[in-house]
């Protein structure tokens, strides 16, 4: 019923999709494509890869079992698998990015 159009590399658009593996990750990426576009400290950075070449890195990194302890959780916001950027003063590159959780993330940031 809610299930829109196949985008390529089979993405799909599902209600609340967003916790399933695939769905975290296009909405993963898709944060990151939006925050390059519209918060003017990312202004200057920009995502240089595709959602098909996310999805094949993902399937490289501990993806599954951090989105599997998030799942677990009860999906605390805390344990969310997060793209994190390795090098800040540097876009979103296949080279320069790592799956953590959300917590990981600010963590880094905060020291």
């Not at 609340?16 to 769905?23: A, H, I, P």
């Not at 296009?26 to 003017?40: E, H, L, P, Q």
């Given at each position: 019923?809610?299930?829109?159009?196949?985008k390529?590399?089979?993405?799909?658009?599902?209600?609340?999709?967003?916790?399933?593996?695939k769905?975290?990750?296009?909405?993963?990426?898709?944060?990151?494509?939006?925050?390059?576009?519209?918060?003017?400290?990312?202004?200057?950075?920009?995502?240089?890869?595709?959602?098909?070449?996310?999805?094949?890195?993902?399937?490289t990194?501990?993806?599954?079992?951090?989105?599997?302890?998030?799942?677990?959780?009860?999906?605390?916001?805390?344990?969310?698998?997060?793209?994190?950027?390795?090098?800040?003063?540097?876009?979103?590159?296949?080279?320069?990015?790592?799956?953590?959780?959300?917590?990981?993330?600010?963590?880094?940031?905060?020291?």
């Amino acid at each position: 019923m809610y299930e829109h159009r196949r985008k390529k590399c089979g993405t799909k658009r599902v209600i609340d999709g967003y916790r399933s593996l695939k769905g975290k990750v296009v909405n993963m990426y898709r944060s990151a494509v939006n925050r390059c576009k519209k918060d003017k400290y990312y202004i200057d950075r920009s995502v240089s890869f595709t959602i098909c070449e996310f999805k094949d890195f993902v399937k490289t990194t501990n993806y599954k079992e951090i989105h599997g302890a998030w799942v677990k959780s009860g999906y605390k916001m805390k344990l969310s698998p997060s793209i994190d950027r390795i090098d800040n003063a540097r876009g979103y590159d296949l080279d320069n990015i790592q799956i953590i959780t959300v917590s990981e993330n600010a963590r880094k940031h905060d020291g």
